[in-house]
């Protein structure tokens, strides 16, 4: 806790003294582009992976970045998607999972959450994750890119994504965060897998749509 308590002097009396105006600003309300969905994994920082400001990112976070299909669970991800796209209007979506994921660890060899059924009981919403992986054996890497597409789909089935992407006004995107090599791979619908969009030179906003998914 000491270390805690010594970050929020730091912050109090250095870093936030230098985003004040932004801090005011902010007071009106926020208009953040994009909801990032991802794990809560504590080697993961979504701001500091997509370098942005309080306010330009709305997240949602827990074990797995698992979207459970609209109506399987009435929690928190569900009200927390629906008002980000249906009372922020944000634009784009990314779901991004990670390398070395605990969470996709457990999916594939139950034992290791056999002591917290908690944790196994929401794993369930990854069945379908599951069973694409299941005909051979996997990495747990392989496991991570499966279902982060397997969670974009079950992002579909919410009315107001749905609703949102048939009227063009958002966008969906999937990504993997390789934290030990600080890279991020997205998926390209014009390959078909993974590719990491620095080597590819993009300059236009329009060339982004080939990631959207």
């Known amino acids: 806790?000491?270390?805690?308590?010594?970050?929020?002097?730091?912050?109090?009396?250095?870093?936030?003294?230098?985003?004040?105006?932004?801090?005011?600003?902010?007071?009106?309300?926020?208009?953040?582009?994009?909801?990032?969905?991802?794990?809560?994994?504590?080697?993961?920082?979504?701001?500091?992976?997509?370098?942005?400001?309080?306010?330009?990112?709305?997240?949602?976070?827990?074990?797995?970045?698992?979207?459970?299909?609209?109506?399987?669970?009435?929690?928190g991800e569900e009200a927390t998607i629906e008002y980000a796209v249906d009372g922020l209007k944000v634009r784009n979506i990314v779901v991004c999972g990670h390398s070395h994921c605990g969470a996709m660890s457990a999916l594939l060899d139950k034992n290791l959450v056999v002591k917290m059924p908690a944790v196994g009981k929401w794993l369930e919403h990854a069945e379908s994750t599951l069973r694409q992986v299941q005909a051979g054996e996997i990495s747990v890497d392989e496991a991570v890119k499966t279902n982060t597409l397997v969670q974009v789909n079950?992002?579909?089935?919410?009315?107001?994504?749905?609703?949102?992407?048939?009227?063009?006004?958002?966008?969906?995107?999937?990504?993997?965060?390789?934290?030990?090599?600080g890279s991020i791979l997205v998926y390209d619908n014009e390959r078909g897998d993974f590719v990491s969009p620095q080597n590819l030179g993009l300059r236009q906003e329009e060339e982004v749509e080939r990631f959207a998914v």
């Open 154 to 181: 079950n992002l579909k089935t919410h009315p107001s994504v749905a609703a949102a992407l048939a009227a063009g006004r958002l966008r969906i995107f999937s990504w993997i965060y390789r934290f030990e090599e």
């Open 1 to 75: 806790m000491k270390e805690l308590l010594a970050g929020i002097n730091k912050y109090s009396n250095q870093v936030h003294p230098q985003k004040t105006d932004l801090f005011r600003k902010l007071k009106t309300g926020q208009e953040p582009h994009t909801l990032f969905i991802t794990c809560s994994d504590s080697r993961i920082d979504p701001s500091l992976i997509t370098q942005t400001e309080p306010g330009e990112i709305f997240i949602v976070r827990n074990a797995g970045n698992i979207v459970p299909p609209y109506g399987a669970s009435r929690g």
